[in-house]
């Protein structure tokens, strides 16, 4: 999820970007269809929608659980944003509005038994199966009664926080930084452990929060972790390894990114950037039968090309079984890769669930969701007797927004389960996997990512065996069905009251309006930006970012059709407003690289985080709060371009209602060279929970003795943990609660009942 300027640009990103040579069409195929009629008062209904939207309150009334009754009064109360707006920052802090408090509250390295030592955040730490991860990214809040022995869906005063540790800033590990290849075991075995997930638990007390050290609900799930694959996958040829020769289980999650609560109480977490931590050899293509093989097709297309060098060498560390499998070369024998790791890269990329509050269940990875750069999985909203639907972004340039749908309609019975992880076998391991085509009139369809579809299963590129051979490639099936390729799908959420999608388009270099190569992709509708911002970027593309929303048709999770707009652009204030600052952003709500998005379950409230390298030479990455409209409540608008030939390119796009520091304002600015990402919040709406990652990562081997070169001292020079205002940079999660109290972000105590 990083994103830098291009001439420091990291392997962490490089590897999965430009995987998608497919040449699907592009929505210009067909701009000259013209909204119809009925499009047309689609946008009117839209709008008018909207401004009832607007003008509705939440309920309010007696029935609120936490104590925000107005003595029985139905008279409801609108929600409007509480905060004055933050200015821009490039200080080496976080920074939230006047009268909110922020306080770090698990950072890198913290321990998580009572006999681990304390963090010395001088590289000689060790023992990181029993330490927070780095790199904190999404997360979840999972409340607790106030003895801490159950499951309480109300509880605000104690819960579990789940937290994914997607990577590591390697060099800040270590005492002197990085080790060159080969890798010395101890630091390879500290890397490893340092990502995963933690699931820690966290307590307020006299109305300030910490985390417990004690806790038997602490626990981390690294790469090691045993797991269950789960769904149509299981047992598959295609995911047969030394270590499971039957295919049924693979050890650990890696690269987990956001992250969403299931309805029946599990976390479901993401693998998002996992092939660059393998490798294979120089010959490898060879050895699988050439470049025409199916499983040299599969490796390429998920950026796994033969001699590619490993992340971090993992596999250089030794003889040992955990080294070796990190090399998928086919070394062995057999025909189905049962003695070597050919495979072992087809056990990551899926979406993971977890129980955090039952750590005798294993954790499994649902592999009906399909298999690819999973930037986040979140359920639309559950309707008794209907499917669930799980909406995931694919987090590459050119790459696919999926959805799942249950075979299996949602019971409200399951919502407090007997056992949450076999509640997840009945909703997640049967049903449809869809991927989106984005129509330029505003509407979309769905389709269905079986071996059913001619399309699919006559695919001249790659010969698909079976459906599980759909799902583990998943992005070549996407290709063959043409799907809309995007500007890197990352985030989604959904409305807690209209159910409507939203997906964070961070940015993408590859998005010309006329490309020149098979991984670039042309403007179109849905994505129909590409321009320079001197001397940041000086080769045309999707600079900032844009957010796109969608709503299924009747508002059902199983609809294999949407309509679209394009809720934000991300934007410079100043900068063009006919081709560039469409939304018309001003100096206190204007942002770049919208990365993280998340909806409030109380207020409604929309929270959008950046990751961005486009304008940190303005302001440090940020959070922003916005009351949301709908699909349809702006209008269409058309942005041309001249091509080289002299001719012009007219692009037509769907613009939602241009905002205003009334709906939409900077909440929050984080130190420097971070990314802001994940969020949560108790039940009761007052503590949020966000997490700064990765601040002051810039840093070079030769910098790890100097600590006046660091760009960050964060959270050190803040007062947390050991090294003061010298301190080595750490990822962090921190706290938010107003200094009154009442619910964050929002005016006075308006609430969503029920959400």
């Known amino acids: 999820m990083t994103t830098k300027p291009e001439a420091a640009a990291l392997q962490l990103l490089s590897d999965d970007e430009d995987c998608n040579t497919s040449g699907n069409p592009s929505l210009m195929d067909v701009l000259d269809a013209r909204l119809s009629r009925r499009n047309a008062l689609r946008v009117g209904m839209g709008t008018a929608g909207a401004a009832v939207l607007a003008s509705l309150p939440a309920c309010g009334g007696g029935s609120d659980s936490d104590g925000d009754s107005d003595g029985g009064s139905d008279a409801p109360t609108p929600i409007t944003l509480g905060f004055n707006p933050v200015a821009k920052s490039l200080a080496d802090a976080v920074t939230v509005p006047a009268g909110y408090t922020a306080t770090v509250l698990y950072a ?36 607790l009664n106030a003895a801490g022995t159950a499951r309480d869906p109300a509880g605000s005063q104690r819960g579990i926080l789940a937290v994914n540790h997607e990577a ?73 390894t030394k270590y499971s020769p039957a295919g049924t289980d693979t050890r650990g999650t890696i690269n987990n990114c956001g992250a969403s609560v299931t309805p029946w109480g599990t976390y479901l977490t993401s693998e998002e950037n996992w092939s660059g931590y393998f490798t294979r050899s120089a010959t490898d293509d060879a050895a699988r039968g050439g470049s025409a093989a199916r499983s040299v097709v599969s490796l390429l297309r998920y950026g796994k090309a033969q001699g590619a060098s490993s992340r971090h060498g993992w596999e250089t560390a030794g003889a040992d079984d955990k080294y070796a499998r990190w090399n998928i070369s086919q070394s062995g024998a057999s025909a189905d890769g049962s003695d070597d790791y050919r495979n072992e890269m087809n ?163 590859n998005r010309k309006v006329e490309p020149a190569s098979s991984s670039q992709q042309q403007v179109d509708a849905a994505n129909p930006r590409s321009y320079t911002d001197a ?39 100043g900068m063009d407003p006919v081709k560039i600052n469409l939304s018309a952003l001003n100096p206190e709500n204007d942002f770049s690289s919208p990365d993280g998005i998340w909806f409030s379950r109380k207020t409604g409230l929309a929270f959008i985080q950046t990751d961005d390298g486009a304008y940190t030479d303005v302001t440090n990455c940020m959070m922003l709060v916005a009351k949301a409209g709908q699909v349809g409540d702006g209008a269409p608008q058309t942005i041309n371009y001249q091509k080289a030939d002299g001719s012009t390119l007219a692009v037509q796009t769907r613009v939602g209602a241009k905002p205003t520091t009334q709906n939409l304002r900077r909440f929050l600015v984080g130190p420097v060279d971070c990314e802001i990402t994940g969020i949560t919040e108790t039940p009761d709406g007052r503590a949020i929970f966000v997490n700064v990652q990765h601040p002051g990562e810039s840093i070079s081997k030769a910098q790890i003795a100097d600590p006046a070169s660091y760009l960050s001292h964060w959270p050190g020079n803040a007062g947390y943990g050991a090294g003061g205002a010298m301190a080595r940079p750490r990822s962090a999660t921190i706290v938010i609660t107003r200094n009154d109290g009442g619910l964050i972000a929002a005016n006075g105590d308006a609430v969503l009942n029920n959400m």
């Open 108 to 143: 890198l390295g913290d321990p998580l038994t009572a006999a681990t030592p304390a963090y010395r955040n001088d590289g000689s730490d060790t023992d990181f199966a029993s330490r927070a991860g780095d790199h904190h990214d999404g997360m979840e809040f999972f409340p």
């Open 347 to 509: 056990t990551y990329g899926y979406m993971l669930e977890a129980d955090p509050y039952d750590k005798a269940q294993a954790p499994r990875k649902r592999t009906a969701l399909g298999r690819f750069a999973h930037e986040m999985g979140v359920f639309g909203l559950a309707t008794a007797g209907k499917p669930l639907a799980v909406y995931m972004g694919d987090d590459s340039r050119g790459e696919y927004v999926y959805k799942f749908v249950s075979a299996a309609s949602w019971s409200a019975a399951d919502a407090n389960p007997a056992n949450r992880i076999t509640t997840g076998d009945k909703y997640l391991d049967s049903g449809k996997l869809y991927v989106a085509k984005f129509n330029a009139d505003g509407s979309g369809q769905w389709i269905e990512l079986t071996i059913a579809n001619a399309a699919i299963a006559g695919y001249a590129r790659y010969r698909f065996a079976d459906q599980a051979d759909v799902l583990v490639n998943a992005r070549l099936a996407a290709d063959a069905v043409g799907a809309t390729r995007m500007d890197r799908p990352e985030w989604c959420a959904v409305h807690p009251v209209t159910g409507e999608i939203y997906v964070t388009l961070t940015n993408n270099s």
């Open 168 to 240: 590591i800033t390697d060099h800040f590990l270590h005492p002197a930084g990085v080790t060159p290849r080969p890798r010395p075991a101890a630091e390879a075995d500290k890397e490893v452990d340092a990502h995963g997930l933690s699931f820690v638990e966290v307590q307020r007390v006299d109305g300030k929060f910490a985390y417990r050290r004690d806790s038997a609900y602490n626990r981390r799930i690294t790469p090691l972790t045993p797991i269950q694959l789960s769904g149509p996958v299981r047992g598959n040829a295609l995911v047969r």
């Open 535 to 573: 001397p940041r970027a000086t080769s045309p593309r999707n600079v900032n970012g844009h957010i796109v929303r969608m709503r299924e048709l009747g508002n059902e999770s199983a609809a294999t059709s949407f309509t679209w707009d394009i809720y934000l652009f991300g934007a410079e204030a």
